[in-house]
């Protein structure tokens, strides 16, 4: 059983928070820069410390693409990845440290899934897929085979890019586009 400790006190934070409990894993605090959220399903919040559970696996529960990327550039907590126990994820996929793959959630095989990357409640992403860094793939949306998602790229609810689509990254003057594709 490992223990955690997630970035964020918001809705985001808090299914990810469930998918931990789920996974029979224990989750031990949150942190949150909002002085004025104090606790989570009696679990704590606090502004980040490097000395707080140090032994935790850290998630940032976050959403926005550009405030996760801020955020782990100064975090000292070993990130883990977040797999919740009714997505379904090949044996060969690869999945990047920070990583978040959320309930109905499928995963075909040779897919490979960035750092820091938001798989939301009944995404498919199928074979031989490549999303970069700090994507956010929202419900019900479908990654085609082949295609290549590229950093910092949120799809948003519902979408679906073709097979062997490629879509450039989307940091920009440090600014995240999302892409409405359908």
Request: glycine fraction near 10%; hydrophobic fraction near 45%; include cysteine.
């Amino acid at each position: 059983m490992s223990d955690w400790v997630i970035y964020g006190g918001g809705g985001h934070a808090r299914v990810v928070g469930d998918a931990i409990k789920l996974n029979n894993e224990e989750l031990v605090s949150y942190f949150d820069d909002n002085q004025d959220l104090v606790s989570i399903n009696e679990i704590p919040i606090s502004p980040y410390h490097e000395s707080i559970a140090q032994q935790a696996s850290l998630i940032i529960g976050i959403g926005n693409n550009e405030i996760r990327r801020n955020i782990s550039k100064y975090i000292v907590h070993e990130f883990g990845i977040v797999l919740h126990p009714k997505a379904t994820v090949a044996a060969d996929v690869v999945i990047g440290e920070g990583s978040i793959v959320l309930a109905g959630a499928v995963i075909q095989s040779g897919a490979i899934i960035g750092k820091h990357v938001v798989i939301n409640a009944n995404v498919t992403v199928d074979h031989d897929a490549m999303i970069g860094d700090f994507c956010s793939i929202y419900p019900n949306s479908y990654i085609g085979g082949g295609a290549k998602i590229g950093k910092g790229v949120s799809i948003e609810a519902g979408s679906s890019v073709a097979r062997l689509t490629e879509i450039p990254a989307a940091f920009e003057n440090d600014e995240v586009v999302a892409l409405d594709l359908y």
